[in-house]
């Protein structure tokens, strides 16, 4: 579905990406996991189009995206949900309306069927009967699933999660995981995860891509990854295993 070929960014003189080769196939769900400062929020903004490549390519279905103008890009996006970092609901809208708000700039949908689809898109994240509610009143969680729904809302055939595990405590981040292999599975969307959580991207992915200082070093399957003979891989699964002893202490 995406391929990003030889995809270079650069900020002034400093080096974000250099020479990214990877591709994510359809229906799968990739984990790109990296540190602080590694690059893999560099690399989830490139694929949005929020930013553009210094050089390379970034093929969508084929198609170089990388020179759209942002009335083309705008037409993409519709087709790509995002499910941000700290949720970014409308504090000043209720929970329905948020989930609406994409039907009602975008589609020339009626009201009943925008109404239709929030009630199904909540039930689907668990959340039945909270259209009226604000985002003050729910928990860290529940703005999580709110912030899905809204992603969901207008059938995209690819998903991105922007640190989806941020702020949660281990019970409600397993939950969110859950949230988003289930999704997966009954949606048959493509799903990229970019997270710092390797606990997490080892339950949700279908392969792991991790970006370090820069640079793809790594991209396989789950058990494949674990065996990858690399101390900056495997210092994450020491972080990991670190993180399973303290859960069952």
Not at 180 to 198: P, W
Not at 214 to 225: P, R
Request: aromatic share 4%; glycine share 8%; proline share 2%.
């Amino acid at each position: 579905m995406i391929e990003l070929v030889d995809v270079c960014k650069s900020f002034d003189k400093s080096e974000a990406l250099k020479h990214i080769n990877l591709s994510i196939k359809e229906g799968e769900t990739l984990a790109i996991i990296g540190g602080s400062g590694s690059g893999k929020s560099t690399l989830l903004r490139l694929l949005i189009g929020l930013i553009r490549p210094t050089s390379g390519q970034i093929l969508v279905r084929g198609r170089d995206v990388a020179s759209l103008s942002e009335e083309e890009w705008d037409k993409l996006r519709l087709r790509m949900g995002m499910v941000f970092q700290y949720s970014a609901l409308f504090d000043s809208m209720t929970v329905g309306d948020n989930v609406a708000f994409g039907l009602r700039e975008h589609t020339d949908k009626s009201e009943a069927e925008i109404s239709r689809i929030v009630q199904e898109k909540l039930a689907l994240v668990g959340l039945e009967g909270v259209e009226q509610m604000m985002p003050n009143e729910l928990s860290g969680g529940m703005k999580k699933r709110v912030g899905l729904a809204r992603a969901i809302a207008c059938e995209p055939s690819v998903i991105f999660y922007d640190e989806p595990s941020s702020g949660l405590d281990p019970i409600m981040t397993a939950r969110i995981d859950e949230l988003i292999v289930n999704t997966q599975r009954k949606l048959g969307v493509t799903s990229v995860v970019v997270t710092h959580d390797m606990a997490s991207a080892c339950r949700i992915a279908d392969r792991i891509a991790m970006i370090y200082e820069g640079e793809l070093i790594a991209v396989d399957t789950v058990e494949k990854f674990k065996q990858i003979n690399d101390d900056r891989v495997q210092a994450f699964f020491r972080t990991l295993s670190i993180a399973e002893k303290e859960g069952a202490a």
